[in-house]
């Protein structure tokens, strides 16, 4: 399958990256090579196989935790590397719904 | 006087015990070691103030009789590790200036055993490449040189770093991460010992996430030894990771030495490629003959989808990863522009903080989970991946170890590939296979290739099973008699 | 069943149909997120409920609270649904500054829920049936404030992470009067089960309506979405004005277009969402650091024993037990608060009898004062013990409205304002019958009178009452005067 120009723009949108005009070709072009090789795995038959989402080992099902209060509470370690923060806010462009 | 520096770890551990030097004349050696070592560019923070106060704390414990299993002992760090209150970057301008408040639970499981953070090492931006090249903080040069020409080398990647610096002795071993062999593919490159250990046998917290299902701490060494004793003390059960094993951890020391005798040894057909090198063919001939004499039964064996192996991996490690980077919008931490509107906010932070390679891994990923695309390549992807799992287990039912070069090539030339995605993407092709199916696996040097260049040699074994690829490495070592770098050339 | 006929709108053209869908999300009762171990309590300060894993900081891992997963079974069973015991997290992937991670972890295509189905209850007696499409778990985001400052929002994380249920309805309901059943009767179950407190004010209870026309018998017409519609009156008006909108545009021959929408309830009407127009890809996969979520059935089963009363099931019990009509059990149970409330006060009284005080008069009190039943001046048993004095004719019914008055001012029990008041009903004979001779003696042209219309026989019952300040024992007055007055002739 092949990638094309607005494709990378609506993919380059939805991850929030901009590329400016000029680099817009060799990342179409990069796509395209990598897309086109990982397109052989069509040719692996994978009729009634299941996906894997994590190798990890399940037989014990997941994890859970008990419902009690033991974390937060620590409003100067979440804003202490905020480029932008007011009396604990976290500031962004304004948003206007 | 030889230099403290020349230690190995279990041979510094022994004469910190006993009390030939202190924890902080080993130290300040380390400390001098990894100044005079810029030019390899191996470090992004140099850490000597606490390591010396460390040191300090650590010589009462030795002197009082309370220490611990690594008291003393000097470590580097790669800088995709949260470390507390220290600047970690995951090599990337989006977090050239991020302080974590916490720390990883793997490097606080050593922190809590006595070692100390020598400093946080240099590698590929948020662990995505093979040649330590997409660094924000620039190469990261390899200590070996090609008998034939002068020209730089990478370390390998994503932990460059991490293998450059403990191939020039600074630090008595480095942690690194392993998501398609991020650590076995540069160990191979700097002759040293690289061990990916089962997915879940290292806790994942706080260590800034590339692939989640994928990603693994380990730790790069000098020897086997060091290995199994620096990987004994970074694994743990944590609670705070659903991913993480509640597996009992053996003390992995004890399987150094032990006979491999009536045990098996698996051979992939498939790994052979067409036009390998010749040499890579040798050394893994050489290989199978240490381990018969030791008398291992070698055997082949068949992974019938090794092959398809890459392309899967280069869905599924991108896709996670377009997820996993979401959260670099420039609001909470790292890097951030001013803007008057949100969504030019965010494409200007993260197009300036990401480098080429981030991006485009990004890309890739947003496209195989997007609409239209899911089923037929991140689903089928996860298909195959299950495929190739299976492929493993099945042999593991008659063999107990495989056996298979570490890496297509020895160290290549800076900026040889960097130009060609793909090309680099190939260098992967022995080690993507272990993560996609979530099993250990460790690169021994085993030899020197036509340029004196080291070539590693892999072995995978079956989950939660270092054990058994201890004791087969420490065979493949002993045997290869790998002999270091003779010639310092980068000390200023 | 509801005769759908009367449902249809009018329009300049001809009948409509409208077809309403809710999505409810709900906020878990639990002491810590689904994900996180902050605390969820309400109205705490700005970004102090917030741990690193909530603000998506860098090697953060979730870990699933084992309480919200038995709350959402719980609510599952409420609903009547089938639990699934196996089902996945998966990541909702987009951009917005109160979503930290960048994507939300929710549940897309195995939900912990599947189909169920409720009965809701209208005003005019009549019950539906309302169909479950699903419920699943998922992150709530944090909350943008936009008023703080010109040209910057300000984020408050504290929400960010806790749990909630999102419930999604068939699009069953045609009207704006049972959409609002719909979303009482989820609430009143919640509120029952205990797994949401179904605060809409405080925003643990939010809806999602989707709302589309068509002229019946028709397909399915194009849906608005008016999100977080946060309380029932104005899901009413919501849906009124929206109907209209998409009635009105279709008319005069446009199309509706599909929109996201919010309700401005200052202006009764809604408007698009301008940050919601561009249509979003969420790349939905499962979450690689979560596994699947599994239980067996014997885990369901336990936690079915421990389901407390439901409101049907309690109706059906008022019904039986206590032999109130179906009509006054089911506003009883409307709300579980009225309902414990109405239990206690019957534990040793007339259950019929406190029932229409409960319906009566303290609704009617409540309503003045603008109180609700967890704020009710007069205790429950109080109450009981109010009626218990009307049974025993110890008052009369007239005074214990007085009573009633004083108990609501003073919030004292009724006995000791009973006795402290000297409103005693009077039973005695004696001292009756001496009253109302002296009436009759005073008032021989009324007596006369009487012979004539029969009927003014309640003029001597009103006197005698006026003459003992209501005291007298009703019955017992009717009885002497009739006894006096009428078999005298």
């Not at chain 1, 796509?31 to 994978?46: H, R």
């Not at chain 2, 089928?380 to 799992?389: D, F, P």
């Amino acid at each position: 399958m092949s990638v094309d120009k607005d494709n990378v723009i609506k993919i380059a949108n939805l991850s929030k990256i901009s590329f400016k005009d000029h680099e817009i070709e060799k990342i179409l072009e990069d796509l395209n090579q990598i897309i086109d090789w990982v397109d052989q795995l069509t040719e692996v038959n994978t009729d009634n196989v299941s996906p894997t989402f994590s190798s990890f080992d399940n037989d014990k099902g997941m994890k859970k935790r008990e419902d009690i209060v033991n974390d937060g509470d620590c409003r100067e370690d979440i804003t202490m590397n905020a480029p932008n923060s007011e009396e604990g806010f976290f500031l962004v462009p304004k948003v206007i719904d | 006087m030889k230099k403290l520096t020349e230690l190995c770890l279990h041979e510094a551990r022994e004469g910190l015990i006993n009390k030939d030097f202190t924890s902080k004349e080993l130290t300040l050696d380390h400390i001098e070691a990894m100044e005079s070592s810029r030019s390899l560019n191996a470090f992004i923070t140099e850490t000597p103030e606490i390591a010396i106060k460390s040191a300090e704390e650590s010589d009462l414990r030795l002197s009082n009789g309370t220490n611990r299993e690594l008291e003393g002992i000097p470590i580097g760090v790669k800088d995709m590790f949260c470390t507390k209150d220290v600047l970690t970057t995951a090599s990337s301008k989006m977090l050239s200036n991020f302080i974590p408040p916490y720390e990883s639970t793997v490097t606080e499981n050593l922190w809590n055993e006595g070692a100390l953070l020598l400093g946080k090492l240099n590698n590929d931006e948020f662990a995505m490449g093979s040649s330590n090249e997409t660094s924000f903080y620039g190469p990261v040069i390899n200590p070996w040189k090609s008998e034939n020409e002068k020209i730089d080398l990478v370390p390998g990647g994503s932990s460059g770093g991490s293998s450059a610096s403990v191939a020039a002795k600074i630090g008595l071993g480095a942690l690194g991460t392993d998501t398609g062999g991020s650590i076995r593919q540069p160990a191979s490159f700097t002759g040293t010992v690289g061990l990916k250990p089962t997915y879940g046998r290292c806790s994942r917290w706080g260590i800034i996430a590339f692939a989640s299902s994928l990603d693994q701490a380990g730790p790069i060494t000098r020897n086997v030894r060091d290995n199994s004793i620096l990987l004994k003390n970074m694994c743990s059960h944590d609670p705070k990771d659903t991913t993480s094993s509640l597996k009992e951890v053996p003390n992995f020391e004890d399987s150094i030495g032990k006979s491999v005798k009536g045990l098996k040894v698996g051979i992939p057909k498939e790994f052979f490629q067409e036009g390998m090198p010749n040499e890579i063919v040798e050394i893994w001939n050489k290989g199978k003959e240490w381990l018969k004499k030791s008398g291992a039964e070698v055997t082949d064996i068949s992974l019938p989808n090794t092959k398809y192996a890459l392309p899967c991996y280069y869905i599924i490690a991108p896709a996670e990863a377009s997820s996993n980077l979401a959260r670099y919008d420039g609001v909470r931490f790292g890097h951030s522009v001013q803007s008057s509107d949100i969504n030019d906010f965010y494409k200007l932070t993260r197009s300036e903080g990401f480098g080429d390679e981030v991006k485009r891994r990004i890309m890739i990923g947003t496209y195989v989970l997007s609409s239209g695309y899911y089923d037929a390549y991140y689903l089928k992807a996860q298909k195959v991946r299950s495929l190739i799992t299976e492929d493993y287990k099945n042999v593991f039912k008659n063999v107990d170890v495989i056996l298979t070069p570490s890496t297509p090539s020895s160290a290549f030339g800076l900026n040889e590939k960097s130009d060609d995605p793909l090309s680099m993407y190939l260098n992967d092709i022995f080690t993507v296979p272990v993560n996609l199916a979530g099993l250990p696996a460790i690169s021994v040097p085993a030899a020197k290739d036509s340029n004196g260049l080291p070539l590693g040699l892999q072995l995978i074994g079956r989950p939660f099973e270092e054990e058994t690829i201890y004791s087969f490495a420490k065979i493949l070592e002993d045997s290869a008699d790998f002999k270091n770098i003779e010639n310092q050339w980068w000390i200023k | 069943m509801v005769d759908q006929m009367k449902n249809l709108i009018k329009g300049s053209t001809g009948d409509w149909e409208l077809v309403i869908g809710i999505e409810v999300h709900a906020q878990i009762i639990s002491n810590s997120k689904l994900f996180s171990g902050s605390s969820t309590s309400f109205g705490s300060e700005h970004n102090t409920q917030v741990s690193f894993v909530d603000a998506g900081m860098p090697g953060m891992l979730p870990v699933i609270n084992s309480t919200c997963v038995e709350q959402a079974i719980k609510t599952g069973l409420g609903l009547n649904a089938k639990i699934n015991n196996f089902s996945i997290f998966d990541r909702k992937n987009y951009f917005y500054p109160d979503l930290p991670q960048g994507y939300q972890i929710s549940q897309f295509e195995q939900p912990i829920v599947g189909n169920g189905m409720i009965t809701i209850d209208l005003d005019d007696g009549e019950s539906k049936n309302i169909g479950i499409e699903r419920l699943h778990l998922e992150q709530d985001a944090g909350k943008s404030l936009h008023d703080q400052h010109p040209s910057y929002s300000f984020v408050d994380l504290n929400r960010s992470g806790v749990a909630l249920m999102e419930i999604v309805s068939m699009p069953d309901m045609r009207s704006p009067e049972e959409a609002q059943a719909y979303v009482k009767k989820l609430r009143n179950i919640m509120k029952y089960l205990q797994t949401c407190d179904g605060n809409m004010e405080e925003g643990s209870l939010r809806a999602d309506i989707n709302v589309s026309v068509r002229r019946p018998g028709d397909e399915l017409g194009v849906r608005c979405e008016i999100k977080n519609v946060n309380s029932i009156k104005f899901i009413g008006q919501a849906i009124v004005y929206e109907a209209k909108r998409q009635i009105d545009l279709i008319e005069n021959g446009n199309l509706v277009e599909q929109q996201t929408r919010l309700f401005d309830p200052k202006k009764g009407q809604t408007r698009s969402m301008r940050s919601k127009e561009e249509s979003h890809d969420y790349r939905y996969f499962p979450d690689p650091d979560l596994l699947p979520l599994t239980f067996t059935n014997e885990f369901v089963d336990e936690i079915r024993k421990t389901l407390p009363e439901l409101p049907d099931v309690r109706r059906n019990r008022f019904i039986d037990e206590y032999g109130l009509s179906p009509y006054d059990s089911n506003i009883l149970v409307s709300e579980k608060e009225t309902a414990d409330y109405f239990e206690e006060a019957a534990k040793n009284s007339n259950p019929k009898l406190v029932c229409n005080w409960v319906i009566g008069e303290l609704f009617s009190v409540l309503n003045k004062m603008n109180k609700t039943i967890e704020n009710c001046p007069i205790k429950a048993l109080d109450l009981g013990e109010l009626v218990n004095l009307i049974d025993d004719e110890t008052i009369t019914g007239r005074i214990a409205k007085d009573v009633f008055e004083i108990m609501i001012e003073t919030g004292n029990n009724p006995k000791s304002i009973v006795d402290e008041n000297n409103m005693k009903q009077v039973n005695d004979l004696s001292e009756i019958e001496r009253i109302i001779d002296k009436i009759i003696k005073n008032n021989p042209s009324q007596v006369e009178a009487l012979a004539e219309k029969p009927n003014l026989i309640g003029w001597f019952v009103g006197q005698t009452m006026k003459e003992t300040q209501g005291k007298a024992n009703p019955k017992t007055v009717n009885e002497i005067l009739n006894k006096k007055l009428l078999n005298e002739d």
